[in-house]
């Protein structure tokens, strides 16, 4: 099947692309907004391969981890009725470019591409299941209904933390940054990346520690697959052509505001103190941030001045399906008798930027019995 929609419109269309940064509340048992006839064609690309290996950080290389999950993933799609399923590659010693991806996708009439990887990130210290869909209407309103529905399944299924659905805009165009996005598009495909976990963060290693993991993400992106384009299977008894609840409301006109690209790290991030106890040596805390132009989704506590950080923690209230945070939350910290502090947090948005609180120095230990004088604000010279 092909859109009816031209190349020329799709770039009128871009020219008028207005980016509004309040992301909105979602509505969900939406229609599904992307129209296919009887025929369906899905293309399901593993990534990397051959000689790009994709990110090592993981228990194996990410292009074995990619086909493990495509592979089970093509296995179970092709159990549905009125779908035929095409592999970019098959083996893990193929290397094909990702514009090659693309003009396989167009040669086999594909009506929807997805690509299948798996994260990583430099402080190895992230988690969670993200897709980036694109910029472009109407092709991103397709890929961020279908990512909002796989994020539940993922979240309520593997208890995998939802990052979001995303876009990232080309270094020099209004495009998408990543190839198989913009080749697809290009041809009028539409395609999404799922980064289906983080292959090289602690908090995410117990959601790679097996292949049989890698084989049940595929299921499961299949089953989303199937429920996003109302599939049915008279093998497995299921028959998604009915409505669905999990899907979000999206603008096939526009850019759907939820999936902006915040590239700018939050407005503001303060610690300020609430509460000392001097007795059980715990000081408690509140954390707010501001964040007008997205959301934020982590943060991070160091103790000793921002020279160590402990593991970053999820951000209390941070809806990424809605948009939506806690402006400020209470955090209780205690502390070995005897230790004089230094407080600085760090808050994280849902682009992975972050912006350092003012630090709470204590210029007192805590010992036990007496209230410790503390000072707000940098301290110079100290
Ligand atoms: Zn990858």
């Avoid at 008279?234 to 409505?243: F, Y």
């Avoid at 808050?347 to 007192?364: H, I, M, Q, W």
Wanted: charged share 25%; with cysteine; net charge negative.
């Amino acid at each position: 099947m092909r859109f009816s929609v031209s190349k020329k419109f799709i770039s009128v269309l871009m020219a008028v692309i207005i980016i509004s940064v309040i992301p909105k509340t979602g509505v969900y048992a939406a229609d599904r907004v992307f129209p296919y006839d009887e025929d369906l064609v899905i293309v399901i690309d593993p990534g990397h391969g051959g000689t790009d290996t994709g990110t090592q950080g993981g228990r194996i290389q990410e292009r074995f981890m990619n086909l493990i999950t495509a592979q089970a993933l093509v296995e179970r799609l092709n159990q549905y009725e009125g779908v035929t399923v095409y592999m970019t590659r098959s083996d893990n010693d193929t290397t094909m470019s990702l514009t090659d991806r693309a003009k396989f996708a167009e040669s086999v009439d594909a009506d929807f591409v997805f690509s299948i990887h798996y994260n990583a990130c430099y402080a190895h210290d992230r988690f969670g299941i993200e897709v980036y869909t694109s910029r472009i209407a109407p092709y991103n309103a397709y890929g961020y209904q279908f990512g909002n529905l796989l994020m539940h399944r993922f979240e309520d299924d593997f208890g995998i933390f939802p990052r979001g659905v995303k876009t990232r805009k080309g270094l020099r165009t209004e495009g998408d940054y990543y190839t198989i996005i913009s080749a697809n598009v290009y041809r009028e495909i539409p395609a999404v990346i799922i980064e289906h976990c983080f292959a090289d963060g602690t908090v995410d290693s117990v959601h790679t520690a097996s292949n049989e993991q890698f084989r049940d993400y595929g299921i499961t992106d299949a089953d989303a697959i199937a429920e996003y384009f109302g599939l049915r299977s008279s093998v497995l008894g299921i028959d998604c052509s009915g409505s669905s609840d999990d899907l979000i409301e999206a603008d096939v006109s526009s850019f759907n505001d939820a999936t902006y690209e915040d590239r700018t790290a939050p407005d503001n991030v303060s610690i300020t103190v609430r509460d000392i106890d001097p007795v059980s040596n715990t000081v408690t805390v509140e954390i707010s941030a501001s964040e007008s132009d997205g959301m934020m989704m982590f943060y991070a506590l160091s103790t000793d001045g921002g020279w160590t950080w402990q593991e970053s923690k999820i951000w209390p209230g941070a809806d990424t399906y809605s948009g939506t945070f806690d402006t400020s939350f209470e955090l209780v910290i205690p502390f070995e008798n005897g230790y004089r502090p230094t407080l600085v947090v760090k808050g994280f948005n849902r682009y992975d930027a972050y912006t350092k609180s003012e630090p709470v120095t204590f210029l007192e230990r805590f010992d036990g019995c007496n209230i410790p004088l503390y000072r707000t604000g940098t301290i110079y010279g100290g």
